[in-house]
């Protein structure tokens, strides 16, 4: 029989670099997760992503044993790292933060597809397209 499923607890950490301080090691200690056992196996999943946030979709069951879920890195961050800026503009509207090429925005959207709600290229490349557009950044 399955396992029940008791909670479900996402979190952001940096990949290879999860480490049981705040914010990451009371959130899961509130889940009852084993923080020392979860931050080894994710530094070891992660390690070959280091630089990058990473979104973990974590599965605590009855019997507090847990699974959990690497997602792809938010998109804004992603765009960042291409234009290599540490920040959006302000005012996406006025001032520009960068410019994407259409090459860079299909390498985005391709690293992205897993987690977005579609399976074409063409559309994920908007979606991409239009968190770059809040950002401030061009797309060329």
Not at 86 to 99: D, I
Request: hydrophobic share 40%; glycine share 8%; proline share 7%.
């Amino acid at each position: 029989m399955a396992k029940k499923v008791v909670k479900k607890v996402k979190v952001l950490a940096p990949a290879g670099k999860a480490t049981p301080a705040p914010p990451l090691g009371p959130t899961l200690g509130q889940a009852g997760v084993n923080i020392g056992d979860f931050t080894k196996k994710f530094n070891e999943a992660t390690k070959n992503m280091m630089g990058d946030m990473i979104p973990v979709v974590i599965s605590v069951y009855e019997d507090r044993s847990y699974d959990f879920v690497l997602k792809t890195p938010p998109t804004s961050s992603l765009i960042l790292k291409a234009i290599g800026k540490e920040k959006g503009s302000g005012k996406p509207n006025t001032s520009k933060a960068g410019t994407l090429t259409k090459a860079q925005l299909k390498e985005i959207a391709e690293k992205k597809l897993p987690d977005l709600n579609t399976s074409d290229v063409n559309a994920a490349m908007k979606v991409v397209a239009g968190t770059a557009r809040q950002m401030g950044v061009d797309v060329k």
